[in-house]
Structures are given as C-alpha cells and as structure tokens.
Nanobody
Framework: QVQLVESGGGLVQAGGSLSLSCAAS????????MGWFRQAPGKEREFVAE????????RYADSVKGRFTISRDRTRNTVYLQMNSLKPEDTAVYYC????????????????WGQGTQVTVSS
C-alpha cells in the first residue's frame, strides 16, 4: 500500500516563502511522476508542479512558474516544493500526488494522494 505523507505549509505574509515535503512509503516511483496539486475553497483541484522520478524533468503551472521549485530526493523517496514570492491567490490546500508511468495531468488521473496541507498567504 502506497502512502504519501506531507509536511510543511502554514501561514505566511505575501512575498514570503514556504516549503512542502512529501515522503512516499510502500514503493518508489522509479517509473513515475510525483508532484503537487492545490485546491482553493469553491474551486477545482488544479495542477501545480510535477517531477519525473527517473530524470528529474519538471513541469509547472503557468501561475507558479518562476516562483515555485519542485525537487526530489531519491534516497529518501521524498519530493519537495519550495514556494517563493507567495501571493494571496496561492492560498489553498496543497496535495501531494503520484502516478505510475505517466505524467500528472488532471486530478482524475492520479494514482495516489496525500492527505493535504493548508497554505495560507495573507495580504
């Protein structure tokens, strides 16, 4: 059974930084992708960033490009999301996600989810 356990998040002022981490247990995604989605109140869950486990290729949503950085530690089976220059519109519950073999596209094609962690950015 795969488990994704998130940590990090919290409250920060606009312009500040936060870091999230997600540790996978049960198996490594040696041929898959891990990443992050987020969901603000009343909105659909949306893609934020992903990293390909084999070669660390990354992809970002346009809304976070240049501000967020995703990385991974293969030895710890952990993926990280460094969030800089945070804006109030980044406020959401952030979910770690993993998918075997294929890229994370929409929330409907994710194989495994973390429990979610709240990120709140005050103006």
């Amino acid at each position: 059974q795969v488990q994704l356990v998130e940590s990090g998040g919290g409250l920060v002022q606009a312009g500040g930084s936060l870091s999230l981490s997600c540790a996978a247990s049960g198996r490594s995604f040696s041929n898959g992708y891990m990443g992050w989605f987020r969901q603000a109140p009343g909105k659909e869950r949306e893609f934020v960033a992903e990293i390909k486990w084999t070669d660390s290729n990354t992809r970002y949503a346009d809304s976070v490009k240049g501000r967020f950085t995703i990385s991974r530690d293969r030895t710890r089976n952990t993926v990280y999301l460094q969030m800089n220059s945070l804006k109030p519109e980044d406020t959401a519950v952030y979910y770690c996600a993993a998918r075997n073999f294929w890229a994370l596209t929409t929330q409907y094609e994710v194989d495994h989810w973390g429990q979610g962690t709240q990120v709140t950015v005050s103006s």
